[in-house]
């Protein structure tokens, strides 16, 4: 048995993303995890989590995933001003499809009611929007290759702008998703 501390943060938002990025660099660190997964919009929150990576001593590869092209184009996209510099700390960035989103939205958008993908957000929501981005991204970057499934990684999203959110999970594709596993939260909005 152990007993670990969880950073329960104020509310959601950016104002609480250093927080949450200390934190998670912090565990990162303690469990040598080597992939650490956030979701991000311009790259910021990427580089961020890079710099802070490596002050707490973590080696973690981060994995910046943004917007798929049809919200990118409303939301924002990556920035090489954030890219460039966390490229250069070994950042890898990708940007796909909503792995709830997708197919699922088209059939919910045009035909209403309820689809799987929108069930399982749903349910990661009762947690907050930062889990179910941070386990949204995890899947993408899985399906991608460019997160190695079937080992503990750290996983990051958020509610809207910056990281609020943080968990160490096992990965999995979205074919494969029953096999994911969160294994503990590391911060979340209280």
């Known amino acids: ?3 670990k501390t969880v950073l329960y943060l104020d509310k959601a938002g950016i104002k609480e993303c250093p927080a949450c990025l200390r934190a998670a660099a912090r565990r990162a660190a303690e469990l040598e995890l080597s992939h650490a997964v956030v979701a991000t919009t311009s790259g910021r929150t990427a580089l961020l989590l890079a710099r802070v990576l490596r002050e707490e ?13 049809n919200f990118a184009s409303k939301w924002g996209r990556f920035e090489k001003k954030f890219t460039e510099p966390a490229e250069k700390l070994g950042a890898v960035f990708i940007a796909g499809t909503h792995a709830f989103g ?10 209403g009611g309820l689809t799987p993908g ?30 190695p499934t079937g080992r503990e990684t750290l996983a990051l999203g958020g509610s809207g702008v910056g990281a609020d959110t943080a968990v160490v999970l096992t990965p999995a594709c979205s074919q494969d998703f029953f096999k994911l596993k969160i294994h503990e939260i590391v911060s979340m909005p209280r």
């Open 57 to 69: 001593g973590s080696r973690a590869m981060v994995i910046g995933v943004g917007y798929a092209a």
């Open 102 to 111: 997708g197919v699922n939205g088209a059939v919910s958008e045009r035909l």
């Open 118 to 147: 929108n069930l399982i957000a749903s349910v990661y929501y009762t947690f907050g929007q930062g889990l179910k981005v941070a386990v949204e991204v995890a899947v993408m970057a899985a399906d991608q290759g460019v997160l």
């Open 1 to 3: 048995m152990k007993e």
